[in-house]
Every structure is written in C-alpha cells, then in structure tokens.
C-alpha cells in the first residue's frame, strides 16, 4: 500500500509522534511505502512531497512542531484541493491518505472523502474542541504549560500584590482554560461558554486581599467575553481563513481590573508557547496509537473515518460525525471549577 500523510491547520505538539508511528506500523508492519506532503494541503496540490522512511522519522518522537510543515488554507483552494481529490490520489499513486489536523482539516477531509480520494483522518488540536474523541493529542501539553505558567507567576504576584490575568489559547471552547485554570489554582475562570461578569471577579478579588491574601490569578481563554454592556469590549476582525482576529481580551480585562480594584493587574498572554516544544508523555502515546490505528484502518479500508479516543480505547469514527459540532465546555464542567474557588 503507497500511504499519503501531511499536517494541516496550527501546530500541535505529538504531529511528529503520529507520522513516527505511522510510518513504524506502515513501513515496518505491513511493508507499505509512505510520502509526506510538504506545508499540509498545499503540498498536496502543488505536488510537494518526500519519501518517509524509518531513517526519515528517527529522533522525531519528542520534537514539537511537524517536520512536514503545516498551512492554512483559504477556503477557495481548499475547494479546489477537494474537487481534485481524486486526480491527485492517481497522479501521486497513493492508496490512502492520513491527513493530521483539527477541524477545518477534517471537514476538508471529508470533502476529500466525499470526492472519492480514500481517507483515514487523525485528529489534533491543542484546543480539545473535536466532539468524536474524548481527547486530542497536544492538550495535555498545552495544560501543562499553561499550569506552569501560572505557579510561577503566583509566586512574583504575592511578592508585588498584584492580580496576573493569563490569557490562554480557546477560541470557541474553554478547555485549556478550565483545565490549567483548576491546575494551576487561578481564583477566577473565564470561558468563552459563558459571558463572564466583570462586578464578580472584582468582588472575588477584594475579598481576597481584605482576607490578607497579597495576590490573585485570573485565567481568560482568548475566546472569553464579558456579559453584554458590563465593560469595554472591542470584537476581532474576520481573517481570510474565517477566524476571528482577537483584539486581545486578557489585556482588556487587566486594564479593566487595575481600574476598578486601584491595584496593579499584569495581563500575561501565554499565545504560542503553549503551542511549542516537546510534546508531554500522555500526548506522546495518544498521538503513537493514532498513528497506529491509522494504518490498521487503512489496511480494513475503513475510510472516510477518523481515530478518536473513547476512555482507553482508540475507536473509528466516520469523519461526518467528527466536525458535526464543537465540544464546549459543558455547563457541569464548569460548576465543577466553581466549587474549588
Ligand atoms: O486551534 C488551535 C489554536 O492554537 C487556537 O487555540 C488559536 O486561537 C489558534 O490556533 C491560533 O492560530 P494561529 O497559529 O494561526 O495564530
């Protein structure tokens, strides 16, 4: 079997674990041959892409990034990509292709799909927004800078009596916020779910201090808002890839902190460190049985399917129900947070 793969869409640490493990089980398991597509979709339609063999992948389990590189596409020539599915899969020979992305990549994929080119999806966003599977690779990496993050700024917070606001990636869904907002022991939580209440997180923080504590921590997903008409709020504007362009809440929400307590508020926006560097070891094996499954559903000519993560197991999920919805935070989830507060 001739086995396509490229990595679409942001970054994400465990990209380089998958096409490792892919081409491991492909290569080494069932004798296939394996091309990587250069800068994701676009090496696909320019015709960009190298031969993966075991000496191509070797050393790239713990690196960050991908070493196939990554785009964004616009729409138009995603389109086009998708049109040209079934052409490309004759032109290059291949019998499958694995594409590793996030939601825009596995709608494409699908497309892909739908247009006849046999496709085998794998999942990746640091935002864990995917509703088919229980996790994606590169969360657990993410939360785990962002957890870090705030210890540390805990400490030079107490010393200056200051309030830290940490801004953290989520667009549409508070996950890392919630999660390395509960790890990392933030006083406040502010999800894009849920327009957070401005007069609350003051009232929050001075009760704080007239108890005698010097510090606090707020934690904001880029994607949070404050309820309507509570404070100045400016929207982002609309990129060509579709995404809104935050304006930056993290800074509006210091700005807005500092002028309301009189104490000074740092905003500390985390962007794409979280993003970066070695992946964690849970991200590692995820992403590795990604890898795998991958392959073995190729090989059973499961397509127009994606991996996902159901508790332990690693199951196939057609990609349909994969970008069908967005998984939020639920409101349980959040109520959770509350408690600990
Ligand atoms: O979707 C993953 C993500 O990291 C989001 O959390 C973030 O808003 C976005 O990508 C940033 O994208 P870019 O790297 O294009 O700025």
Request: net charge negative.
């Amino acid at each position: 079997m001739r086995i396509g793969v490229l990595t679409a869409g942001g970054d994400c640490p465990g990209l380089n674990a998958v096409i490792r493990s892919v081409v491991h089980r492909a290569v080494a398991g069932h004798n296939d041959e394996v091309i990587g597509f250069e800068d994701g979709f676009r090496g696909l339609l320019d015709g960009q892409y190298r031969k993966l063999d075991l000496e191509a992948v070797s050393g790239i389990l713990a690196r960050g990034g991908t070493i196939l590189g990554s785009s964004r596409l616009e729409r138009g020539r995603l389109l086009e990509a998708c049109e040209q599915g079934r052409d490309m899969a004759r032109q290059f020979g291949i019998d499958v292709l694995i594409p590793i992305g996030g939601e825009g990549t596995l709608t494409a994929s699908r497309m892909l799909s739908d247009a006849g080119l046999p496709v085998v999806g794998v999942p990746k966003t640091i935002d864990n927004d995917i509703s088919a599977t229980d996790r994606t690779f590169g969360f657990d990496t993410a939360v785990g800078v962002a957890t870090e993050a705030m210890d540390r700024l805990k400490t030079t917070a107490e010393s200056h009596q200051r309030v830290m606001v940490v801004e953290v990636m989520g667009r549409h869904a508070g996950w890392i916020a919630l999660e390395s907002g509960m790890a990392g022991g933030a006083h406040g939580i502010c999800l894009p779910e849920r327009p957070f209440q401005i007069e609350a997180l003051v009232e929050m923080i001075e009760e704080r201090f007239a108890r005698g504590k010097k510090f606090a921590v707020v934690c904001v997903a880029e994607g949070a808002r404050p309820a309507e008409g509570t404070m100045p709020y400016k929207k982002g504007v609309i990129d060509q890839y579709g995404h809104e362009r935050f304006a930056g809440i993290g800074n509006m929400l210091a700005a807005e902190l500092e002028q309301r307590l009189g104490k000074e508020a740092k905003p500390v926006i985390l962007g794409h460190v979280q993003r970066g560097g070695t992946p964690t070891a849970y991200d590692r094996v995820l992403a590795t049985r990604f890898g795998w499954h991958a392959v073995e559903a190729a090989h059973r000519g499961e397509f127009g399917m994606m991996t996902a993560l159901h508790g332990t197991d690693i199951e196939m999920v057609p990609l349909a129900e994969a970008v069908s919805e967005l998984k939020r935070v639920p409101a349980s989830r959040m109520d959770e947070a509350e408690s600990v507060f």
